[in-house]
T-cell receptor
Framework: KAGVTQTPRYLIKTRGQQVTLSCSPISGHRSVSWYQQTPGQGLQFLFEYFSETQRNKGNFPGRFSGRQFSNSRSEMNVSTLELGDSALYLC????????????FGEGSRLTVL | EDKVVQSPLSLVVHEGDTVTLNCSYEVTNFRSLLWYKQEKKAPTFLFMLTSSGIEKKSGRLSSILDKKELSSILNITATQTGDSAIYLCAVHTDKLIFGTGTRLQVFP
């Protein structure tokens, strides 16, 4: 059974640009959540999607957005990039909401110059 | 504000030692507590503890949830170099809230 797949794995952008990251969950998993990981802040919750609807959102500015498609694949977008957005962005999937373990992807490493 | 705190931040031991990692939490609507191991990129699941299952064990790893003290410990006995990683504690409320992790380094 394939795991959670995130693309791209690495990317470099400059300030002011925007970026779109993709996440394909484990087959059958309907809940997808996104996390930002930085050395100083650890893993911070961005948002969760279930059945194409955003169910929960963390404390991030509106520049961070996401969506989920009918096949449960999800994308997140960051607009007007800032230096502080440099981080590892992790996607996790689970069968349903609120219970059970999350399965994480390898992450997308974003560097903003 | 919901909070998860792990200690120590960093730990250096020799192979064969036993280590105890701590996690305390202050959250509303506690559902479960999870432990993850992160070596390179993707955190991998270790244990999930709920009110109905407050102790888990797998090989040399074990974990206990103390709902009265709002805390959990992760024990690793007879540590090996392969145990070197960041250990993450997370509490499930309506979302998953992570601590900043404990970095464990095991030297031969």
């Amino acid at each position: 059974k394939a795991g959670v797949t995130q693309t791209p794995r690495y990317l470099i952008k400059t300030r002011g640009q925007q970026v779109t990251l993709s996440c394909s969950p484990i087959s059958g998993h309907r809940s997808v959540s996104w996390y930002q990981q930085t050395p100083g802040q650890g893993l911070q919750f961005l948002f969760e999607y279930f059945s194409e609807t955003q169910r929960n959102k963390g404390n991030f500015p509106g520049r961070f957005s996401g969506r989920q498609f009918s096949n449960s694949r999800s994308e997140m977008n960051v607009s007007t990039l800032e230096l502080g957005d440099s981080a590892l962005y992790l996607c996790a999937s689970s069968l349903s909401r609120g219970v059970g373990e999350l399965f994480f992807g390898e992450g997308s490493r974003l560097t903003v110059l | 504000e919901d909070k998860v705190v792990q200690s120590p931040l960093s730990l250096v031991v020799h192979e064969g030692d036993t280590v105890t990692l701590n996690c305390s939490y202050e959250v509303t609507n506690f559902r479960s507590l999870l432990w993850y191991k992160q070596e390179k990129k993707a955190p991998t699941f270790l244990f999930m503890l709920t009110s109905s299952g407050i102790e888990k064990k797998s090989g040399r790893l074990s974990s206990i949830l103390d709902k009265k003290e709002l805390s959990s410990i992760l024990n690793i006995t007879a540590t090996q170099t392969g145990d070197s990683a960041i250990y993450l504690c997370a509490v499930h409320t309506d979302k998953l809230i992570f601590g900043t992790g404990t970095r464990l380094q095991v030297f031969p």
